[in-house]
């Protein structure tokens, strides 16, 4: 794997001397003394990270972050900061700008694991979907790998809403983004409390997928419906919970009765050999919306083919 680049603005000397020759084995590190010349090729040829030290130009900082990070869309660059104990309260204004920060006094080892820490913490962050905070498809599809490798055997849950759209387009968004997020809460409470190893990723919209180990798949499923079903009358007016539709428009604008939202789940189980790659499973589980989708009500079924 290709390692990744960092540029380090920084004083010659220690600790830095000390800390290249360290981060070398683990990321490629290319020093500047020349500020000029260091903003220059942040612009011309972005790193995979930024490690500044804050005592060589405090002038710099500004201008790094107001006239370069943000005027130029460089914000997803993680910027690491170097300073010194003394320092610490001048840089207050600037913690919302700065990704990690390092002392002068921590040791190469601790650099490197900060450095590590600070990376997966952005790369989880930067995946999450905005609505809920679930991890998106990048942390989805890393999962999925992980199990088709697995000896053990595991189920793959897709979940989504019926009639979602017809709903939002009635109740408005908030109140559409209101039962997403209900039904986040619904599927990450009630993985956890079946599994410690359980994986919750929202693929979209109203799609979202579990992953948990085969054997409480089906319980989980049952009691994600179980408390839709508890939830779903705080979305919905007296007068469509007492009719037992609603009336909206379809996509071609006609004025259409639509079934109450309800939850459909469609569980693939995973077994080592079974699946060569993860859109196999994905197909597999489109196979099984189309027959959930024919059904009425909030429903689940299990792929029991081999």
Known sequence: MKKKLFFAFWKRGQPFSQWKKYLSKFFQIKVFSDQKKFLEALLFSPPDGILYDYEKSKEGLQVLIKDIKIRFNLVRIPLILIVNQEHLQEIEKWLLAIDELLLKEDSPEEVKLRINLCLKRLERISDNN????????????????????????????????????????????????????????????TVESHTPYGFIGHVGGDDFVFIVPLEVAEKIAQEI???????????????????????????????????????????????????????????????????????????????RRS
């Open 130 to 189: 905005p609505l809920t905070g679930l991890p998106g498809n990048v942390s989805i599809e890393k999962e999925l790998k992980k199990i088709i490798q697995s000896e053990t055997p595991w189920a793959v849950g897709y979940v989504d809403l019926d009639n979602f759209k017809a709903y939002n387009d009635l109740y408005g968004f908030t109140k559409g983004d209101e039962m997403i997020k209900n039904l986040a809460r619904i599927l990450t409470s």
């Open 225 to 303: 419906i179980k408390k839709f079903e508890i939830l779903i009358p705080t979305f919905l007016s007296e007068e469509d919970l007492k009719r037992g539709c609603f009336i909206s428009k379809d996509r071609q604008g006609r004025v259409c009765t639509f079934p109450l939202p309800s939850v459909s789940i469609a569980i693939v189980p995973v077994k080592k050999g079974k699946f060569k790659h993860t859109g196999e499973i994905a197909q597999r589980a489109g196979e099984i919306k189309k027959l959930l989708k024919a059904k009425e009500g909030s429903v689940y079924l299990i792929d």
